[in-house]
């Protein structure tokens, strides 16, 4: 059910994060949604695109480490408090979230939730109990 | 384990008998090195220092030293202590770094050094019924007439094989039934996987025992090699300078090499200030040949780093014992007054589970010294965590601190991103040096 994050470890410099944006850009891969934790030397990017095969394929070849996990991906309608209220759901099952980011889609009113998550299962099971609707690369791709 | 000793009285002496020998020996030899050595004279002229000073191991500190440089500038004859008519015999070093070293041998020193290399086979369990296969190189090179005349002191049966062909060693191994083999650390695993792909197994060949060195090798080659081969493998030590192979030699509790320091005297010095520090320390390593009548080094310098102990050892041999090389002098950084070796760096490393991929950068920053590692992150160990990747630096960090008694800050960086020169990585940064 999970959706695929591409994780790639860079240098907190200058020009590094445009580096990786514009080497998928030119691939034809886009880019959904981008988030970035730093410590002052290193940066890890957290990436969720339209086709994780081709973005790992080219990042590997530029000599990028990389890592492809899984997260959990939720639906959200795009208004006030659905966040928290997702959140609250995963809360009372005593399900710690890492750390996570959003992303709205182009067309669609909705939002998207990213979670990073020690228990996929568990969340996405507690998250469509809640009646949360979950996505998938197939869903994403399709953005 | 039974214990075999080829010079028992000496190797198992007590440590005021052996001092006492010692201190006789120094007395003679000094004396003979004055009188016989116009180079070595001057230098203690200009210390003012005479062999009327020297009453014993004691006063060895009052010798200027010899190094690598003095041995050039003295090439080739200038620290020769006999007439050439009496010696018998050169070796040499390939001369890779510099000029080539070229020591000269009388039988006697030959007899002595072959003395020692028998004590390191016998150490090994060799006696007189092993055959004994020597796959180091003959030649200018000591390995092999070392070894070779080790063998024949503890009455093996000798395989003289010299180095390489691999084919044919493997062919005397197997026909005649080898149980010691002789050779570099490096060569012995090559010759564990050629039987592997030839379809031995260890159990199918008699060898027992290897003797290996002239190359550093670390724990995990001796117990790959040992797995490969079905064998214990021993160290050994030593350096054309002082002889050649046979200066030290494990036994069997495999925990450092014993010196065979009725002949090489060692002590270890600060390499910065030449003061000698006390037993455990860790420093430059210095040799004082006893014995030698042809090329009497006194207080050589060997710019091993090492560290030496009398702990008591179970093989019952009172010889004191040098740990395996951790470094060379040409490569120590002092950092915060603190002798540092990047080859400890990558001891760490390996056992931190990390490629020995990376980069001292030393500052100094309002006059304090500023330590950083950089150590390229590993596919196995990287995580989309921020949190995990800071642990695993603070972690090693610690480990470093255990290893250097000093902080570094470590810093983990992308593959492939540590500068290379020539394709070779630049380990050391001192940037102290630029102002
Ligand atoms: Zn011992």
């Known amino acids: 059910m999970a959706i695929k994050q591409l994780t790639v470890f860079v240098q907190n410099k200058r020009g590094s994060v445009v580096s990786v944006t514009d080497l998928l850009s030119q691939s034809g891969v886009d880019l959904r949604a981008l988030s970035i934790a730093e410590t002052q030397d290193l940066g890890i990017l957290r990436l969720i695109v339209n086709d994780e095969k081709t973005a790992e394929r080219v990042l590997t070849e530029n000599g990028y480490l990389i890592k492809v996990i899984d997260v959990v991906g939720v639906k959200i309608a795009d208004a006030p408090g659905k966040l928290t209220e997702a959140l609250s759901v995963l809360d009372r099952a005593d399900i710690n979230v890492e750390y996570l980011y959003a992303f709205l889609a182009r067309t669609e009113r909705h939002a998207y939730l990213v979670l990073r998550v020690e228990d996929n299962a568990a969340a996405e099971s507690v998250l469509s109990g809640a009646g949360f609707k979950l996505i998938t690369d197939a869903d994403i791709s399709k953005l | ?435």
């Open chain 2, 1 to 435: 384990m039974a214990q075999n000793y080829y010079q028992k009285e000496i190797e198992t002496m007590a440590p005021e008998e052996m001092r006492a020998l010692q201190s006789e020996k120094l007395v003679r030899q000094v004396k003979h090195v004055y009188e016989n050595v116009a180079y070595y004279r001057d230098l203690m002229d200009k210390k003012g220092v005479t062999p009327d000073d020297i009453h014993g191991i004691e006063d060895l500190h009052k010798l200027p030293f010899l190094s690598k440089a003095d041995l050039r500038d003295a090439y080739p004859y200038g620290l020769l202590a006999k007439p050439l008519e009496d010696c018998v015999r050169i070796q040499s070093t390939s001369g890779t770094t510099g000029r080539r070293v070229v020591a000269f041998y009388t039988q006697k020193d030959i007899d002595l050094w072959e003395d020692c290399c028998a004590r390191a086979i016998t150490a090994a369990g060799g006696t007189k019924k092993d055959v004994c296969q020597v796959a180091y190189g003959y030649g200018l090179f000591t390995g092999g007439p070392g070894l070779n005349g080790g063998s024949h002191k503890v009455g093996c049966l000798t395989l003289p094989l010299s180095s390489g062909n691999t084919e044919r060693q493997i062919q005397f191994m197997t026909d005649l039934g080898a149980t010691i083999l002789c050779c570099t650390p490096s060569y012995a695993a090559y010759i564990g996987e050629s039987l592997k792909e030839m379809g031995y197994k260890p159990e199918d060949i008699p060898l027992k025992a290897g003797i290996f060195g002239a190359e550093p090798w670390t724990e995990e080659m001796r117990r790959g090699i040992e797995e490969s081969l079905g064998i214990k493998a021993y160290d050994i030590y030593g350096l054309t300078e002082t002889s050649g192979p046979g200066v030290a030699f494990e036994c069997s509790e495999q925990t450092g090499m014993h010196v065979n320091e009725d002949h090489f005297y060692a002590e270890i010095i600060d390499p910065e200030t030449g003061e000698v520090l006390p037993e455990g320390s860790k420093g430059e390593l210095v040799f004082t040949s006893l014995d030698k009548e042809a090329f009497p080094l006194l207080r050589y310098r060997t710019r091993d780093i090492c560290v030496l102990s009398r702990k008591k050892c179970s093989c019952g041999r009172t010889l004191v014992k040098m740990a395996k090389p951790m470094g060379r002098t040409d490569d120590m950084l002092i950092i915060r007054g603190v002798n540092v070796f990047p080859s400890q760096i990558e001891t760490v490393l390996l056992n931190e589970g990390y490629q020995p991929n990376y980069q001292i950068v030393v500052d100094r920053v309002k006059n304090n010294d500023t330590f950083d590692v950089n150590v390229e992150m590993t596919p196995e160990t990287f995580t989309d965590k921020v949190s995990d990747v800071v642990a695993m630096e603070k972690s090693l960090a610690g480990a470093l601190k255990t290893m250097l008694g000093i902080n570094p800050a470590v810093h983990l960086v992308p593959p492939k991103t540590i500068v290379r020169s020539e394709g070779k990585a630049v380990r050391v940064i001192d940037k102290r040096k630029l102002v």
